[in-house]
Every structure is written in structure tokens, then in C-alpha cells.
């Protein structure tokens, strides 16, 4: 045991908390200097959880077999970065995940409003689409290798299954969101259903749509890792995970866990971004904002 790592990461969870709380009760009307804070807080936090998972894993000796420090991940990270890492990345992330996200979104945002228009597909499909989604991941991946093959298609398909049912029951919520009120309105200015849609309804469905979309990011991105341990060429995420942890390389498997935790928190940020420029108008993006 060494006693001088854990007084360090006790001394740093410390300073960590002290000044993050400091940081949270501090109200301010400029606009940069609230986004500047809002971006530290959990930046500060995140490091401080890295310098005390490095203190406490160097302090108490604990095995790398068992958990490796930050510093052997990020050594693991740098050194594989060029090759299998960013391989990895290309065929999980960029080729099942995105795919198969835009194919199950996609798909899912028509037949929403398909099922908007026939009270025979609300009643029929929406009841089969919960059943639906509640199969389990386990059991849908081999069937979509038996049926699409070993590459990137097979998981895509898994993608589709896990994100068009969270689609297709949020576009439905939320075009049922619209008051009587506002539709009456639009019929006394005759507006036709499309008109309706276009101008009124789909706004006032945007918030539920995105809240589908940001569900989606971090389930297809596990669907497709999960699925690669049911079959796929020798690379891709999931396939690595399975690897390493066979030969005990558990820094890699945690490279691999870094890696798709980054893709996935930047994914899940882009599309808030785009909510927040598309909902601007939403009592939910304008009372975020700092007074």
C-alpha cells in the first residue's frame, strides 16, 4: 500500500468538491461566463474522478488484471490508436451504429405519421411495437447474423430493431401533444392536414422526437457492440472487448470501453445541439439558460 497516492486522491476529491460547489452557486447574467461554468463543472468533475481512480489503483496495488490505472489506459489508448482502435471505430461506429441509426429513426419518424393518419395502424401496430421492444438483445443478434451475415449489416439490423420502436412511440406522443384549441385554430384558417403537420403539429412534436433521438444514440451504440459478440469479421468493438478479455488484456478492453464512451457522449451532444437550435422556442431550452 502506498499511503501517499490515497492522501493525494482524498486531497484532490476534496478540492474537487469544494470548488465545484463554489462554481454551482455562482449566478451571473453573462451569457459566456455562464456557458464557461456550465462546461466546467462537469469537466472538473470528470478529471477529479480520474485523479482518484489513479491514486486509489496505484495506492492500494490493485492488480491491472483487476483494474488498471487511467495512465495504463491512456498508454493502451496511444498506442493502438492507429491501428486496431480507429479500425474498430470505423466499423462499429461509423458503419452499424450510424446506419443502422438513420435506417431505424428514419423509418420509424414515416410510419409515425402513417400511423398518425390510419386509427387502424395506431391500434394494431403500436401494441405489437412494445411487444416488440421488449425482446431481449441476446436473442435478436444471432438471428439477424443468420439472416444479414457476419459484417457491419447484421448489426445495423440490430440498430434498426433497438431504435425504431423508442421512434415510432415518441413521433406518435407527440403529434398527439398538438391541444384542441391550436387545431381548431388552424381549421378556422382552413389549413389542410398536411398544413397542420408542417406548421403546428410537428413543432410541437420536436421536443419528443429529440428526446427518441437522444434515447437512441447510446442504445444503438450498445446494440451494436453487443451484437459483434454474436459474430462479426476480426474487428469492430465488440470483437476486441471478446478478444482481449479471452488473453486477459483487460488495459485494451478498457481502451475499447473509452473509446466507445467518447463516441457515444459526442454523438449524444451533437444531437442536443441540434435540439436546443431546432426547440429554441421550448419553455425546456429557454429556462436552461442563465439568467
Known sequence: MNSGWIITAFAVWLAGWGINEALVRVRTKDRVLGT??????????????VVIWEGLVRGFSVPAVLLPAPSVIWARIVA????????????TFLKSVLIGYAI????????????DRSPFLKRGL????????????????????????FDWQ??????????????????VAGLNATGAIEKDLMRTYAAGYWQTLAKLRLPMAWPFIFNALKINSTLALIGAIVAEFFGT??????????????????DMVWAE???AAIAGSVFYGVIALIERAVTFWHPSVRGGRTE
Do not use: E, H, Y
Request: aromatic share 10%; charged share 5%.
Open 233 to 250: 469479421p476480426v474487428v469492430g468493438m465488440g470483437f476486441r472487448i471478446s478478444a482481449a478479455i479471452g488473453r486477459l488484456q483487460v
Open 80 to 91: 493502438s490508436l492507429p491501428n486496431p482502435l480507429w479500425a474498430d471505430f470505423q466499423q
Open 104 to 115: 431505424g429513426c428514419g423509418s420509424a419518424f414515416l410510419v409515425g405519421i402513417a400511423i
Open 126 to 149: 403500436l401494441p405489437v411495437g412494445n411487444f416488440v421492444s421488449a425482446l431481449p438483445l441476446v436473442g435478436i443478434a444471432p438471428i439477424m447474423v443468420m439472416w444479414f451475415g
Open 154 to 171: 447484421s448489426k445495423a439490423a440490430v440498430v434498426v430493431v433497438m431504435t425504431f420502436f423508442p421512434m415510432l412511440v415518441n413521433t
Open 257 to 259: 470501453i473509452a473509446v
Open 36 to 49: 464557461a461554468i456550465n462546461v466546467a463543472v462537469p469537466l472538473l468533475f470528470g478529471v477529479t474522478l
